[in-house]
């Protein structure tokens, strides 16, 4: 058992709260266990100067840690750091796949994902709560005639997954992410798609067949996601 009493492919309790903001057009609380990640969508008129007279939109996204979401405080960022921008590009990436930017007009939509609190898979809870704050956006954009019903793609989710102690993890928390022999972050659609995989040896070098279980056990914990994705959207 592991330090929460989970099974090895079990995922951490998730929440997602919707609406959570008055003002965005789209926002959640995420939480996973005790990491705590609020997603918020801006929707603004125009596009960076190099889309401009495209007739499509654009999607980027912000990644940001509040001082006390860990166990010390980390002074607030005044330029973003390398590990902060790696971050808003792989959250961008991944909710690019899901909207169909050709379906939006001139728009730009804006995701805001600040940690309210950090116990392992910030990143990944991010994209899994940002997902559902741009279905809301998106269905407030078409109830307004300014996105077509067809704008949202598809489903993203992501988890992490590791091997801990010699185990095999799904969605690892801090105190497992910081002492894993391996980690991957991975990013899917609902169609079974990768987005991204990103795989590293913290010590000894792993093997195919071990990557390969390793990225089977992201798979259920995504599908698993899935439907609680599905469950707050049509609630």
Known sequence: MRPDNRRRNELRPVKITPG???YAEGSVLIEAGKTRVLCAVSVEDG????LDGRGQGWLTAEYAMLPRATHTRTPRETTPGARTQEIRRLVGRSLRAAVDLKLIGERTITVDCDVLQADGGTRTAAITGAYVAVALSLKKMIADKTASPRALKTQVAAVSVGIVGGEEMLDLDYSEDSRAEVDFNIVMTSEGKFIEVQGTAEGEPF???????LVNLARDGIAELFKIQV???AG
């Open 231 to 233: 469950a707050v959207l």
């Open 20 to 22: 959570y903001l008055d």
């Open 207 to 213: 093997a195919r067949d071990a990557m390969d279980r």
């Open 47 to 50: 596009v960076p100067r190099w």
